[in-house]
Structure formats: structure tokens, C-alpha cells
């Protein structure tokens, strides 16, 4: 059984970063695409980046316009880890971000749909606040 634990998160001042892990565990991360979701108070939870399965020359990654720019998703097999490096933080970036996988997507694809995504993590608060 797949298993993700995220971490890195916490309370940050606008304009800081962040970086968020997603550690996998049960199964090779190779097979998987990994996305980020996020979702604040009272708010629907939004598809915010993703990363496809290793396999092609480069892997193919997505990031929704709110966080185009500002965030990267990045991947490391070797530590079973996906990371999303979160920069130019802004209050509206609150919430609780979760990280989902899938083997489903080819290598040259993926998409931050939360509907496609089977294994769950539990979540890590992030707060930008001053």
C-alpha cells in the first residue's frame, strides 16, 4: 500500500518560502505522479501543481496560474521524495496542503485533478501571516 507523509510546513511571513516534502513510502515513487493540492477554510480544494511519473527525458510538470512562477515541484527518486519549493508566499497561499499520487499518467503528463488521484497524504498547515 502506497503511503505519503508531507512536512515543511508552518507559519511564514508574506514574501518567504517554503519548501514542502512529500515523502512516499510501500511502493517506488518512479511509477507515480505525484500532484499538490491545497485547500483553506471554507473553500474547495484546489489542484495547484503536479509532476508526472519518471520515464521520459524530462519530467513533465504543471502549476495552476495562482501559483505560476512562484511555486516548483521538483521530484527525487532516490529519496522516495517530491518537493514543492514555495516562494514569494502570500497570505491567500494559506491553507492545508496535501500531496496525492497516481500511476495512472503516462510520463509526459500529468494534471493537479483531485478526482485522478487514488493515495492521499494527510496534509501540513501552512500559514502566511505577518
Known amino acids: 500500500q502506497l503511503q505519503l507523509v508531507e512536512s515543511g510546513g508552518g507559519l511564514v511571513q508574506p514574501g518567504g518560502s517554503l519548501t514542502l516534502s512529500c515523502a512516499v513510502s510501500?511502493?517506488?515513487?518512479?511509477?507515480?505522479?505525484i500532484g499538490w493540492f491545497r485547500q483553506a477554510p471554507g473553500k474547495e480544494r484546489e489542484g495547484i501543481s503536479c509532476i508526472s511519473r519518471s520515464g521520459g527525458r524530462t519530467n513533465y510538470t504543471n502549476y495552476a496560474d495562482s501559483v505560476k512562477g512562484r511555486f516548483t515541484i521538483s521530484r527525487d527518486n532516490a529519496k522516495n521524495t517530491v518537493y514543492l519549493q514555495m516562494n514569494s508566499l502570500k497570505p491567500e497561499d494559506t491553507a492545508v496542503y496535501s500531496c496525492?499520487?497516481?500511476?495512472?499518467?503516462?510520463?509526459?503528463?500529468?494534471?493537479?485533478?483531485?478526482?485522478?488521484?487514488?493515495?492521499w497524504g494527510q496534509g501540513t498547515q501552512v500559514t502566511v501571516s505577518s
Open positions: 510501500g511502493r517506488t515513487l518512479n511509477f507515480y505522479a
Open positions: 496525492a499520487a497516481d500511476f495512472r499518467f503516462s510520463s509526459s503528463t500529468c494534471a493537479a485533478d483531485d478526482k485522478t488521484y487514488n493515495y
